[in-house]
């Protein structure tokens, strides 16, 4: 049975940092980019950063660049996503999802899914 699953959420005031992680098992992801997206109260899920699982390449959305760095730990089999000078506007449900990887400007259909993970930056 394949399974993500997604921890390290929390409640953290504005410009804090968070570290997410998301353990993947069940099959390998050679494949694969693992990808972050989030939700907040309202608005649409977002795509916020993706690794390719082969190789590492790494693609961030315009709001995170330069303050969110996605890594894989391959020993681990896991995802992280380290999330420094948090705004309030990150607030949101992070999960990270599992998508056959065709370049990152492609769209992919996503697989596996996580259940998410809930960050709250307080301001």
């Known amino acids: 049975q394949v399974q993500l699953v997604e921890s390290g959420g929390g409640l953290v005031q504005a410009g804090g940092s968070l570290r997410l992680s998301c353990a993947a098992s069940?099959?390998?992801?050679?494949?694969?980019?693992m990808d972050w997206f989030r939700q907040a109260p309202g608005k649409e899920r977002e795509f916020v950063a993706g690794?390719?699982?082969?190789?590492?390449?790494?693609y961030y959305a315009d709001s995170v660049k330069g303050r969110f760095t996605i890594s894989r730990d391959n020993a681990k089999n896991t995802v992280n996503l380290q999330m420094n000078s948090l705004k309030s506007e990150d607030t949101a449900v992070y999960y990270c999802?599992?998508?056959?990887?065709?370049?990152?400007?492609?769209?992919?259909?996503?697989?596996?899914w996580g259940q998410g993970t809930q960050v709250t930056v307080s301001s």
């Open positions: 999802a599992a998508g056959r990887f065709r370049g990152w400007g492609t769209p992919r259909q996503y697989d596996y």
């Open positions: 690794i390719k699982w082969s190789g590492g390449s790494t």
């Open positions: 069940g099959r390998t992801f050679s494949n694969y980019a």
